[in-house]
C-alpha cells in the first residue's frame, strides 16, 4: 500500500469510544453487546479508544510524569541505559534509533523500554527465552521504578481483559487466549516526540507509517496531539485526538494471522505539529514468545486456506527489529 500518495489529505472522521466496564463488573450478555462493538471497530479500521479501563487516573498521570522526569534527564545518563547493551531490548533508544517507514528519515523519537520483572534463576532467563531479560532502571530517579512496575502489572491485566473481548468479538470463548498469555512478553513503552522543526525534509516524522508488530496495543498518549490512522476506504489519514481517560486500542500482526485478515492490523504514523513536547505511552499486549500462532480455524471460510504461515512472536519481532532498527 502507498500511504503516501496523498500523504497532505487528513479525514475528517472520528474513532468509536467504546465503554468496556462490563469487562470489570458486568454479567456476560453485557460483555458480549461491548464485544460486538469491538468487533465492528475491528472489522472496519482496527483503531478504537476504551473508556471504563479501571486503571486509575493516578497512576496514569504519574506515568506520564515519570516519562517527562526520565527524558528531561541528560544524554549521558539515559545512554548509561543503552538498550544496545541489553539482550531483551530493555532500556533507552536514543532520538533517530528507529525507522519505521522504509525510505524516510529515521523517526523523530527517543524511548524507553521496561519489561517483565524476573528473578535471575528464572527457567526462561536460564534457556535464554527471546526477549526475556533484566530492566535497566534509571538510579537518579526516586519514585520511578515503583510507579512503571505497577503501571505494568495494570497494563498486563486490562490486556487480559481485552484478550477476552476481543475473542467474544470473533465468536470465541471468552478465554481462548488464555494459554497464548499465560507467560506474555508484554513491553512498555516511554516516547518523547519533539516538536516537528521548521522546514523539515518532507517525510519526516515522529513515527513512520507502520503496522504494530504483536497482538493488541493500549496506547496513553498526552494532550499534544499527532497520531494519525490510515483510512483505507477514503485514502487518507485520521487525527486520533487525545481524549481524557481513555486509551487508544490497535491492532497488530498477530491478529490478522491469527485471524487470516478478518481483522487487519491498520497502518499509523505520528507526526507531532503540536509545537510542544509529546510524551506517550504504548503497553504492548504479547503473548509467550515460543507460543506458535496460526489461523484460527472459524476465520476460515469452506475451501480457503490462510495468507500467512504459522510463526511465533520470537521469529516475527527478529525479523522487524532487524527491519527497522538502525544499529
Known amino acids: 500500500m502507498n500511504v503516501e500518495v496523498r500523504n497532505s489529505q487528513i479525514a475528517q472522521k472520528s474513532l468509536p469510544i467504546i465503554d468496556i466496564s462490563a469487562f470489570l463488573d458486568g ?153 497464548f498469555y499465560q507467560e506474555p512478553l508484554n513491553t512498555l513503552r516511554m516516547i518523547h516526540y519533539p516538536p516537528q522543526p521548521a522546514n523539515p525534509h518532507p517525510d519526516l516524522k515522529g513515527c513512520g507509517a507502520h503496522t504494530d508488530f504483536g497482538g493488541l496495543t493500549l496506547l496513553l498518549q498526552d494532550s499534544a496531539g499527532g497520531l494519525q490512522v490510515w483510512d483505507e476506504s ?21 491478529i490478522s494471522l491469527w485471524t487470516n485478515n478478518t481483522y487487519r492490523s491498520t497502518m499509523h504514523r505520528v507526526i507531532n505539529t503540536s509545537g510542544r513536547e509529546r510524551y506517550s505511552v504504548p503497553f504492548f499486549v504479547n503473548g509467550d514468545p515460543d507460543f506458535e500462532v496460526s489461523c484460527i480455524p472459524s476465520c476460515l471460510a469452506p475451501g480457503e486456506t490462510p495468507k500467512f504461515p504459522p510463526t511465533t512472536i520470537a521469529h516475527h519481532f527478529q525479523a522487524m527489529y532487524s527491519k527497522t532498527y538502525l544499529r
Not at 477514503?234 to 498477530?254: H, K, M, R, S
Request: aromatic content about 12%.
Open 27 to 179: 454479567d456476560f450478555p453485557a460483555r458480549q453487546a461491548v464485544a460486538q462493538q469491538i468487533r465492528l471497530a475491528c472489522l472496519d479500521k482496527g483503531f478504537f479508544y476504551i473508556s471504563g479501563h479501571g486503571v486509575p487516573e493516578t497512576l496514569i498521570d504519574d506515568t506520564i510524569a515519570q516519562a517527562k522526569r526520565f527524558f528531561d534527564l541528560p544524554l549521558d545518563a539515559k545512554m548509561a541505559l543503552d538498550k544496545a547493551t541489553s539482550k531483551a531490548n530493555r532500556g533507552y533508544e536514543p532520538m533517530s534509533g528507529q525507522r519505521l517507514e522504509a525510505g524516510a528519515p529515521p523517526d523523530l523519537k527517543e524511548s524507553y523500554f521496561v519489561g517483565g520483572e524476573l528473578p535471575p534463576d528464572d527457567p526462561r532467563l536460564l534457556r535464554g527465552q527471546f526477549g526475556r531479560g533484566a530492566n535497566q532502571w534509571p538510579a537518579e530517579l526516586p519514585g520511578f521504578r515503583e510507579t512503571l512496575q505497577a503501571y505494568y502489572t495494570a497494563m498486563t491485566e486490562l490486556g487480559g481483559r481485552i484478550n477476552g473481548a476481543v475473542a467474544l468479538s470473533l465468536g470465541l470463548p471468552e478465554n481462548y487466549f488464555a494459554t
Open 234 to 254: 477514503a485514502g487518507a489519514w485520521i487525527d486520533a485526538w487525545p481524549v481524557p481517560n481513555t486509551y487508544v486500542v490497535n491492532l497488530g500482526d498477530f
